[in-house]
Nanobody, 113 residues
Framework: VQLQASGGGLVQPGGSLRLTCVASGSILGINRMGWYRQVPGKQRELVAIATRDGGIRMAGPAEGRFSISRDNATTLYLQMNNLNTEDTAVYFC?????????WGQGTLVTVSS
């Protein structure tokens, strides 16, 4: 499974961004897809997960501001609203398939005035 994330960039506090992740390769059997983020010196943390059967799980910092969606088996979105400086991180797309995690290359989100 290959994952290509895009949509990161520089945004001012209070602004919005939409991240996109496209999966390719052996996509049959992908159970869930999600977004994680990481800042230097810290562990990678969960942002949101969308399961194949439509289930959604949002992590605390994302609740009420971010939304995750899948429009098919291969494309995942993360709509981020009301961004603040603490959201600055590299955002990684993840796919879970037959007991194995797959990761994209990450896209940098910088929230700064």
């Amino acid at each position: 499974v290959q994952l290509q994330a895009s949509g990161g960039g520089l945004v001012q506090p209070g602004g919005s961004l939409r991240l996109t992740c496209v999966a390719s390769g052996s996509i049959l059997g992908i159970n869930r897809m999600g977004w994680y983020r990481q800042v230097p010196g810290k562990q990678r943390e969960l942002v949101a997960i969308a399961t194949r059967d439509g289930g959604i799980r949002m992590a605390g910092p994302a609740e009420g501001r971010f939304s995750i969606s899948r429009d098919n088996a291969t494309t995942l979105y993360l709509q981020m609203n009301n961004l603040n400086t603490e959201d600055t991180a590299v955002y990684f797309c993840n796919a879970y398939r037959y007991g194995q995690d797959y990761w994209g290359q990450g896209t940098l989100v910088t929230v700064s005035s």
